[in-house]
């Protein structure tokens, strides 16, 4: 496709803009489908990914752990630049990729966690509780992840975690309107979308 | 109906997380795609866009060195050596409506919203591929038309102001750019 050459360019001048304007270069990839034509490239993908199901758990393994790893570091250096950053890419990686991997709740209180990280005004003054619960609780669910009734346990773990935090991001945010106005935004997302 | 012929499309996937590149590149892979380049930052990213000029990019917001955000930024430079109109997929664990009009602002084309699914992957790239939209240049923005919809009933400022001046025709940056490779 990148071989093939690109169409002219048209470009309309305005007072205070230019809207620019191409033939579609990626149109030769589009072809109408016959009737008869069943592939479904979205199941194809959805069975590739169900292959990939047999190491979710020791990928989720790796994600709780570095997470750990991160708040032991913050325990042992306190809230430096690099640690915060390391905490919060590791949070952040897990609420991405937990819920793909079968751990929507794992996501949910990650998801919890950024929120604290991000939206807490002095994190030394978080109390340490509050990050010991989120790290502990993702470790339990990813440990626990076959255990019968764990499901349920977890999502109402991350729930609670949830109401936990947000009822302390509100109280030390009560003068910042811009941080508080993120904390109770609603999230675009489901937050327990598979 | 449609389909895309995936195995003529190019992809770059930008994560630093191995695991969502690894889901990724099964995806892309099932889809049909051969070709689909990868890096675990946004300089490496833009380094392998010069070189390899995908067709579209899949990029994670958060990541070191720079991050998916500025990596957009880099890309949508009008007068850039590579080709700054490529369709730019935003995949990310940030779900938060700011979030999403920074990086409408950024020049980023879709965004998808994780946790990632091959339906949510597979509808944003059948739109940028069926549905491009025109390119704004203003003196603060370059990149897709952030105006997807026409609304008759809009009252608010008008933020575009002139008559229609000129109309030209000029070479292909995308031409200039993939005959420098």
């Not at chain 1, 978080?126 to 619960?133: D, N």
């Not at chain 1, 773990?157 to 009560?174: E, K, T």
């Not at chain 2, 001046?165 to 940056?173: D, K, M």
């Given at each position: 496709?990148?071989?093939?050459?690109?169409?002219?360019?048209?470009?309309?001048?305005?007072?205070?803009?230019?809207?620019?304007?191409?033939?579609?270069?990626?149109?030769?990839?589009?072809?109408?489908?016959?009737?008869?034509?069943?592939?479904?490239?979205?199941?194809?993908?959805?069975?590739?990914?169900?292959?990939?199901?047999?190491?979710?758990?020791?990928?989720?393994?790796?994600?709780?752990?570095?997470l750990?790893?991160?708040?032991?570091?913050?325990?042992?250096?306190?809230?430096?630049d690099?640690?915060?950053?390391e905490?919060?890419?590791?949070?952040?990686?897990?609420?991405?990729?937990?819920?793909?991997?079968?751990?929507?709740?794992?996501?949910?209180?990650?998801?919890?966690?950024c929120?604290i990280?991000?939206?807490?005004?002095?994190?030394?003054?978080?109390?340490?509780?509050?990050?010991?619960?989120?790290?502990?609780?993702?470790?339990?669910?990813?440990?626990?992840?076959?255990?019968?009734?764990s499901?349920?346990?977890?999502?109402?773990?991350?729930?609670?975690?949830?109401?936990?935090?947000?009822?302390?991001?509100?109280?030390?945010n009560?003068?910042?309107?811009?941080?508080?106005?993120?904390?109770?935004?609603?999230?675009?997302?489901?937050?327990?979308?598979? | 109906?449609?389909?895309?012929?995936?195995?003529?499309l190019?992809?770059?996937?930008?994560?630093?997380?191995?695991?969502?590149r690894?889901?990724?590149?099964?995806?892309?892979?099932?889809?049909?795609?051969?070709?689909?380049?990868?890096?675990?930052?946004?300089?490496?990213?833009?380094?392998m866009?010069?070189?390899?000029?995908?067709?579209?990019?899949?990029?994670?917001?958060?990541?070191?060195?720079?991050?998916?955000?500025?990596?957009?930024?880099?890309?949508?430079?009008?007068?850039?050596?590579?080709?700054?109109?490529?369709p730019?997929?935003?995949?990310?664990?940030?779900s938060?409506?700011?979030?999403?009009?920074?990086?409408?602002?950024?020049?980023?084309?879709e965004?998808?919203?994780?946790?990632?699914?091959?339906?949510?992957?597979?509808?944003?790239?059948?739109?940028?591929?069926?549905?491009?939209?025109?390119?704004?240049?203003?003196k603060?923005?370059?990149?897709?038309?952030?105006?997807?919809?026409?609304n008759?009933?809009?009252?608010?400022?008008?933020?575009?102001?002139?008559?229609?001046?000129?109309?030209?025709?000029?070479?292909?940056?995308?031409?200039?750019?993939?005959?420098?490779?």
């Amino acid at each position: 496709m990148a071989k093939d050459k690109a169409p002219a360019i048209q470009v309309k001048t305005y007072a205070s803009h230019h809207v620019i304007t191409q033939p579609n270069p990626l149109k030769k990839v589009l072809r109408r489908a016959e009737e008869k034509d069943l592939d479904d490239p979205i199941a194809r993908a959805e069975a590739a990914l169900a292959g990939l199901s047999g190491e979710f758990k020791s990928w989720m393994d790796t994600e709780a752990e570095r997470l750990s790893k991160a708040y032991a570091a913050v325990l042992k250096d306190g809230f430096d630049d690099d640690a915060c950053e390391e905490m919060f890419r590791a949070a952040h990686d897990i609420k991405g990729d937990a819920a793909t991997f079968g751990y929507p709740a794992a996501a949910a209180v990650a998801d919890s966690l950024c929120r604290i990280i991000e939206h807490a005004p002095d994190l030394e003054k978080v109390p340490a509780e509050l990050f010991e619960h989120h790290v502990n609780a993702i470790q339990a669910i990813v440990h626990d992840h076959t255990k019968y009734d764990s499901a349920t346990v977890a999502s109402e773990l991350s729930r609670r975690l949830r109401r936990v935090a947000d009822d302390y991001l509100v109280q030390v945010n009560r003068n910042r309107p811009e941080h508080l106005e993120a904390i109770l935004a609603p999230s675009l997302v489901p937050s327990d979308q598979p | 109906m449609y389909r895309i012929d995936f195995n003529k499309l190019r992809f770059l996937v930008c994560d630093d997380n191995p695991h969502m590149r690894r889901i990724l590149r099964t995806l892309l892979h099932s889809f049909g795609a051969r070709e689909v380049n990868e890096a675990e930052d946004g300089a490496t990213a833009l380094e392998m866009y010069t070189h390899f000029s995908p067709d579209i990019v899949i990029t994670d917001w958060a990541m070191p060195i720079f991050d998916g955000l500025e990596l957009a930024q880099m890309i949508r430079q009008p007068e850039a050596k590579g080709n700054p109109y490529a369709p730019i997929i935003m995949l990310t664990g940030h779900s938060e409506k700011r979030r999403v009009t920074v990086a409408r602002d950024a020049g980023v084309t879709e965004f998808l919203a994780k946790p990632i699914s091959a339906k949510g992957l597979y509808q944003r790239i059948l739109n940028v591929v069926a549905n491009p939209r025109p390119f704004i240049k203003t003196k603060t923005y370059f990149g897709p038309d952030r105006r997807r919809n026409t609304n008759t009933a809009y009252i608010g400022p008008e933020r575009r102001i002139g008559g229609e001046a000129e109309i030209f025709q000029q070479p292909s940056l995308l031409d200039k750019a993939r005959s420098a490779v």
